[in-house]
């Protein structure tokens, strides 16, 4: 029950507090001709996300029992153009 316990834990972010932006990018890599960036701090501890055909991307909050929606960048900045709970 332990190892699937821990499991169902990292699955729904129970216990794991949001790493910051900086942590984030030091420990993931991505190949060679990739860049990463933190698109939005907006919805902390996200789960399951789910791009939309518009372009915008759909995240649960497991923890926080919450779908949060991230409106595309319409704007060309980088960032979410809006965000709804």
């Known amino acids: 029950m332990g190892n699937k316990k821990a499991m169902l834990d ?3 972010g ?3 507090e949001a790493p910051t932006a900086e942590r984030a990018l030091a420990q993931l890599q991505v190949a060679d001709g990739f860049r990463l960036e933190v698109y939005s701090t907006d919805v902390p501890l996200a789960r399951w ?3 939309t ?3 915008d991307l759909i995240v649960s ?3 926080a029992d919450q779908v949060v929606l991230l409106e595309r960048d319409a704007d060309g900045d980088g ?3 809006a965000c709804a709970h």
């Open 10 to 12: 990292f699955l729904l």
């Open 14 to 16: 129970r216990g794991i």
């Open 49 to 51: 996300p789910l791009a």
């Open 53 to 55: 055909p518009a372009g």
């Open 61 to 63: 909050r497991t923890r």
């Open 79 to 81: 960032r979410p153009t």
